[in-house]
């Protein structure tokens, strides 16, 4: 029997997890069919509910619908709770839906172990404070940072959120315009969507540290003007690609109970990469 699983979005006609769960498929020897499905804030609940209705054994969850996916299931792993994000509704026998999150843990793979960059004893920068710098801060405290420092266009919404997390490591937060006093970094993470619209967020000079790497949730075509920002003052840059391929790999262990093991097919996921430069408003996580 076929597991049937999907991407539920708005727009998510741009979205690569079929693809790349057609690969995870193929790698783990699993009979899995991945397809999209639009839906509206109205229609979301009913989107999910039809889907397991129909024999489904699970979901993603995109933009923009994150946050409402935690009313669609019945329980929370802790991480999903914490994070207020769901991105994986797994879809048990007896009818209960259980989300997860694994934005995060797709981010501290990709940074450590396919850009080989351990965060243990690294100041860590966290530019925004939406849905996914929320989803991705427990995980990078989990990796043992000397610091995380959250930093966002709106410094009251950076400041709660560290406070959200103060009792999970070293966690602070300000704005944009205040964040010289906490600079240098040594891996800084953009998780604002001012790419998604072409734009750099206000970044003072000074940032970054000899030798950091710096990383942008978005992924496109051609590099995005953060990175570009970052690699003409020296440092080592990349797009949030291999946090996407990480993120499907961990959902697809929840459903699957097996990991596919990503360096193996990196190639073959890397030519599903956008081949041309990304619109605005077609930035896309899953
Ligand atoms: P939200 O709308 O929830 O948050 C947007 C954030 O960006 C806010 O902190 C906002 O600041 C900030 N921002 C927007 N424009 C600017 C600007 N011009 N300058 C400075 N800050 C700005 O979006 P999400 O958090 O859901 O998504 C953010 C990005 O992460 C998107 O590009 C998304 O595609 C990407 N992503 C990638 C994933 C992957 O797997 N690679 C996974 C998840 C997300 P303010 O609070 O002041 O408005």
Redesign the pocket.
Known sequence: MIHRYTVIGQPVRHSLSPEIHALFGELTQRRVGYTRTEATPETFVDTVRAWQRDGGRGCNV???F?TLALEACDRLSARAERAGSV?TIHMHRDGSRVGHTT?GI??VVDLETNLRRPLAGERVLL?????????VVEPLLAADAELLHVA???AA??EALAARFAAEGPISGSG?ETLDAFAPFDIVV????????G????LPEGLLAPGALAY????AAEPTPFLRWAEARGARVA???G??VE?AAEAFAIWEGVRPKTRMAWARLQALRPSRPTRPNE????
């Not at 953009?190 to 619209?197: G, K």
Request: proline content about 4%.
């Open positions: 995109t933009l923009p994150k991105n934005d797709g981010l530019l925004g404070a939406g849905g996914a710098a929320r989803a966002n266009r709106t919404r950076a944009l953009n998780a604002t969507s001012a790419s998604v619209a734009e750099l967020p206000a942008d949730m978005m992924y797009d949030g690609f946090m996407l993120q930035g896309e996580d899953s």
